[in-house]
T-cell receptor, first 112, second 113 residues
Framework: KAGVTQTPRYLIKTRGQQVTLSCSPI?????VSWYQQTPGQGLQFLFE???????NKGNFPGRFSGRQFSNSRSEMNVSTLELGDSALYLC???????????FGQGTRLTVV | GNSVTQMEGPVTLSEEAFLTINCTYT??????LFWYVQYPGEGLQLLLK?????DKGSNKGFEATYRKETTSFHLEKGSVQVSDSAVYFC????????????FGTGTSLTVIP
């Protein structure tokens, strides 16, 4: 059974640019969540999508957005990149029950 | 609100030593509790979980017991190996918050031969 796949693994972007990250969940999982991981703030919840609808959202500015497609694949977009957006972005897919989150390897975003 | 507090690291142990990483939580309802492990350059892997009070999660020699009375879920292993070196995260998830997980800050463990 394939795991959660995130692409790309690494990205370098310039301040002010925008970026799109992709996540393919485990087959059959309809919930996809995104987290930002930084040394200073740890793991912070960005948002969750379930059946193409955003179900929950963390405390991030509107520059961070996402969407989910009918096949459960998800993308997140960050516009007008700032240096502080440099982080490891992790995607997790889940079943409704049991409540376990399966994580991808993450996308390492560096903003210069 | 929901939150997780775990022991600050880093922790350095000799091989075959006993490991305890403390984790306490605050939740508005009745959460499920988890331990995740992160190896360098990787995402998080589920290590073990418990879904109700007094449940014991176990995997690869690691154990944690869901203690509702002390709101704790401490991770233990009787004899650590060099390959256990990683960062360990305690987390909770609660019905009514979708599939949002609340994570502790992580505890870095280094096991030396």
């Amino acid at each position: 059974k394939a795991g959660v796949t995130q692409t790309p693994r690494y990205l370098i972007k310039t301040r002010g640019q925008q970026v799109t990250l992709s996540c393919s969940p485990i087959s059959g999982h309809r919930s996809v969540s995104w987290y930002q991981q930084t040394p200073g703030q740890g793991l912070q919840f960005l948002f969750e999508y379930f059946s193409e609808t955003q179900r929950n959202k963390g405390n991030f500015p509107g520059r961070f957005s996402g969407r989910q497609f009918s096949n459960s694949r998800s993308e997140m977009n960050v516009s007008t990149l700032e240096l502080g957006d440099s982080a490891l972005y992790l995607c997790a897919s889940s079943l409704v029950f049991p409540r376990e989150a399966f994580f991808g390897q993450g996308t390492r975003l560096t903003v210069v | 609100g929901n939150s997780v507090t775990q022991m600050e690291g880093p922790v350095t142990l000799s091989e075959e030593a006993f490991l305890t990483i403390n984790c306490t939580y605050t939740a508005t309802g009745y959460p499920s509790l988890f331990w995740y492990v992160q190896y360098p350059g990787e995402g998080l892997q589920l290590l073990l979980k418990a879904t109700k009070a007094d449940d014991k999660g176990s995997n690869k020699g690691f154990e944690a017991t869901y203690r509702k009375e002390t709101t704790s879920f401490h991770l233990e292993k009787g004899s650590v190996q060099v390959s256990d070196s990683a960062v360990y995260f305690c987390a909770l998830s609660e019905l009514g918050t979708g599939n949002q997980f609340y994570f502790g800050t992580g505890t870095s463990l280094t096991v030396i031969p």
